[in-house]
């Protein structure tokens, strides 16, 4: 049998490798008869070679291949001679962590003989299904409009994103999650643009930033997390404005990333306090209107540029 997982979500895959391996080790007690490969350094004879070699304890094999895209050599001669691992009762596991090229011989060879599963980044309900999953398996439940909150932040990366999954189920320890809790605990994702944008907001400069704003929609940004990161950015410049007009330090009372700090500083002298207060109160009633469903995302945001 052939076995092939591969995908750029390497935290499922490795799940589903560690699985399958676990399956084995039940069944073949020894576990003398599992290999892990790196087919970088092994050539397909080889292979054969340690297929052919027997077990006292009579086992049925389990070989963990890795790193086989690397060697071209290996590639060509599977290809020609693999069809005959298809119905062993050895079982060959391919396994690559990133996605691979649909062009590539190997890839077709394999996607089509062998079992194979793709594993790759997941995005809107699979992704909001999955992260409360892992919020379950860890005894904690989050509430919508702060697991809204959490993609928003973190970026589509699994393993980090499991990260602040146990971070704020440790942190919270069986008590529902909410949007403070991802404000407090999570670090968002900086982008350059976004301030930019806010720097064209802040400016008054509205056909700059109305064209800055097409462009993230352009490059597929969510409108969702635009609003939520445009709506962070002000939170952060009305707290910075209230520490800098009492003359206090707002590098060691915010917690917010330096960068963030000096781009905010710079933006909040363009305001005065009750000016920033009174947007960032307009930001939290768009912000409600978008969750209930009474405005479109898209739509809000050119309105709100172009009323600010």
């Known amino acids: 049998?052939?076995?092939?997982?591969?995908?750029?979500?390497?935290?499922?895959?490795?799940?589903?490798?560690?699985?399958?391996?676990?399956?084995?080790?039940?069944?073949?007690?020894?576990?003398?008869?599992?290999?892990?490969?790196?087919?970088?350094?092994l050539s397909f004879k080889e292979l054969e070679d340690k297929l052919k070699q027997t077990s006292i304890f009579k086992e049925k094999k389990l070989l963990v291949l890795m790193n086989v895209f690397l060697n071209t050599e290996f590639k060509k001669m599977f290809i020609k001679k693999g069809k005959k691992f298809i119905d062993s009762e050895n079982t060959l596991l391919f396994y690559e962590p990133d996605k691979i090229d649909k062009r590539d011989a190997l890839g077709k060879f394999l996607n089509k003989h062998a079992k194979s599963q793709e594993f790759q980044l997941l995005e809107g309900l699979k992704l909001r299904n999955w992260l409360k999953k892992e919020f379950q398996e860890r005894k904690a439940n989050i509430k919508e409009q702060a697991l809204d909150k959490f993609i928003t932040f973190v970026d589509n990366n699994p393993w980090q994103m499991i990260n602040e999954v146990q971070k704020l189920a440790h942190f919270k320890n069986g008590k529902e999650i909410e949007v403070k809790d991802i404000e407090l605990?999570?670090?968002?994702?900086?982008?350059?643009?976004?301030?930019?944008?806010?720097?064209?907001?802040?400016?008054?400069?509205?056909?700059?930033a109305l064209k800055l704003l097409r462009n993230h929609l352009k490059k597929g940004d969510n409108p969702?997390?635009?609003f939520s990161m445009i709506t962070y950015q002000f939170r952060n410049l009305l707290i910075i404005k209230d520490l800098l007009v009492k003359n206090l330090s707002p590098y060691s009372s915010t917690g917010l990333h330096p960068f963030v700090?000096?781009?905010?500083?710079?933006?909040?002298?363009?305001?005065?306090?009750?000016?920033?207060?009174?947007?960032?109160?307009?930001?939290?009633?768009?912000?409600?209107?978008?969750?209930?469903?009474?405005?479109?995302?898209?739509?809000?945001?050119?309105?709100?540029?172009?009323?600010?």
Not at 191 to 200: S, V
């Open 1 to 41: 049998m052939i076995i092939f997982l591969y995908g750029q979500d390497n935290y499922r895959s490795k799940r589903k490798l560690k699985e399958l391996i676990e399956r084995y080790r039940k069944i073949h007690k020894s576990g003398l008869s599992l290999k892990y490969l790196d087919v970088q350094k």
């Open 261 to 308: 700090v000096k781009k905010s500083c710079d933006l909040s002298r363009k305001f005065d306090f009750s000016e920033l207060k009174k947007i960032y109160q307009r930001l939290l009633r768009v912000d409600l209107s978008i969750k209930t469903g009474k405005s479109d995302p898209e739509a809000a945001l050119d309105l709100l540029i172009t009323e600010i």
């Open 224 to 226: 969702f997390y635009l």
């Open 185 to 208: 605990l999570i670090r968002p994702k900086i982008t350059i643009d976004i301030f930019k944008t806010i720097e064209a907001i802040a400016s008054k400069d509205k056909k700059r």
